[in-house]
């Protein structure tokens, strides 16, 4: 699917944005990538140690990191040192991307041009920024706004009071009444006297035949993207945080939360109000009860259920013995 940036970047020589380093004074930055998609001349980071296998295999030109993980990361790769890796992360790309802390109303935002999309119907008072592009034989219901750049393809369902930004999109997708896509995630850096915003620079990318419920919100990627598999389904009232990465072939059922960073397998269903935490890995074919808590990674195939969640037979064990007592 066609990558689009949705935020004008600067280009700021290295030595300006680590004046502490010794760095060539006429080399500039290229990009801010994840450690598995950053490419020759663009800036890394490596916070945590559950990412030590993306580190050894990055191809990044600098990083930002501790002292004890520079280890772990390739020699051709300048590792920057520093005490708090998202913290001064936060910094660079407010410098690079001045504009992806808040979410600026979009002021480009027109009524739709008949003949631009003449293949396209629209419902009463729907506005579109520049450069959006919505495929044939779609549909965009009353009262949604589509902002700048955003791509939606062919056959193509949105409904009424939709927002959409910052988003690409597939075929043959449907979008339910009043969801909100492409928002900037929370995120942000607790300081003693006042809260630094961490910049959003993602994007939301929506693979084809995916359904999305009413009332949904999708948070754009941090410095990644936010992702939804082919022919995964969202029921009402879902909430997907920033970095979120949904496998092909879901089924989540409504009002379950995903916290940010977590990475959900193909063919997962998940059950009414759980809560995933964030950074985790969830495998292929799991299925995960209502309600339930998911606080730690969960392998291929396994059914779990309760808060932490557990294997199914362990829950089922455990209110046994509980209701014998």
Known sequence: MKKVNFFKKKLIKLSNLFPKEKL????????????GDAKFGDITFFDSIKYKELAFKTKASYCLTIEKNVKFLPPKTKCIIVKNVLFELAKVLKKIYPSADIDFPDLSLKKPSKNKFSKVKFGNNVLLGKNVKIGKNS????NSIIEQGVLIGDNCIIGSNVIIKNTVMGKNIVIQDNCKIGLKGFGFIPLKDKNFKFPHIGSVI???EVEIASGC???RGSVGDTIIGKNTYLDNQVHLAHNVKIGSNCMIAGQVGFAGSSVIGNNVSI?????????LNIGNNVKIGGGSGVVKNINDNEIVMGYPAVPLK???KKNKNNSNE
Not at 139 to 142: C, E, N, T
């Open 24 to 35: 060539k004074n006429k080399v500039f930055n290229n990009d801010i990538k994840p450690l």
């Open 139 to 142: 549909i965009v219901g009353s």
């Open 206 to 208: 929506i693979n084809d």
């Open 217 to 219: 919100t999708i948070d």
């Open 271 to 279: 059950g009414g109000q759980a809560g995933i935490s964030g950074h």
């Open 314 to 316: 362990d829950f089922i």
